[in-house]
């Protein structure tokens, strides 16, 4: 798929799993990735999709703040993650685990990973937002990778 067809699937995607960095992307303004994800967040924003997230990707992307002291970023992703319109976080239940756990069993991926995408499923999502090209080895969803998509 060519990166003008892959965008054309953002444009059809109404749920969206979305990994941890497109959000670090985002908030942290990121020169190359941010107009896309601004894209996206506005998508999201007008009720064009729906965003899912576990609530692991909180603690990947507060711990870098917290541990510079970065108070102000470690709110901002708080603020994106927790209020905004169209973005849903998910706690990581019974089978989301279950589901994760096959997925490291089937595909070697890390729990994290696994966990992300479980989420993504079970939510329903019709992709996974990333920029991590191995997870692509996995096959039982739709993979938007953030270096392969132009607006």
Same mark, same amino acid.
């Given at each position: 798929m060519n990166a003008h067809e892959n965008s054309e699937c953002v444009k059809n995607v109404t749920r969206i799993g979305i990994d941890t960095s497109p959000i670090i992307y985002l908030v942290e303004k990121h020169p190359q990735y941010f107009p896309l994800m &601004? @894209?996206?967040?506005?998508?999201?924003?007008?009720?064009?999709?729906? =965003?899912?997230s576990t609530m692991i990707t909180l603690t990947e992307v507060l711990t870098h703040p917290i541990k510079q002291g970065n108070l102000q970023l470690a709110n901002d992703y708080e603020k994106i993650l927790l209020n905004s319109v169209g973005f849903r976080m998910m706690p990581v239940?019974?089978?989301?685990?279950?589901?994760? &756990? @096959?997925?490291?069993?089937?595909?070697?991926?890390?729990?994290?990973? =696994?966990?992300?995408i479980a989420t993504a499923l079970v939510a329903g999502c019709d992709a996974?937002?990333?920029?991590?090209?191995r997870l692509k080895q996995v096959k039982v969803?739709?993979?938007?990778?953030?270096?392969?998509?132009?607006?």
């Open positions: &601004a @894209e996206v967040l506005s998508r999201i924003s007008n009720g064009n999709m729906i =965003a899912i239940e019974a089978q989301i685990a279950r589901r994760a &756990a @096959e997925l490291r069993a089937q595909y070697n991926l890390k729990t994290p990973d =696994a966990l992300q996974f937002l990333t920029n991590d090209i969803i739709s993979f938007l990778i953030l270096d392969e998509l132009e607006l």
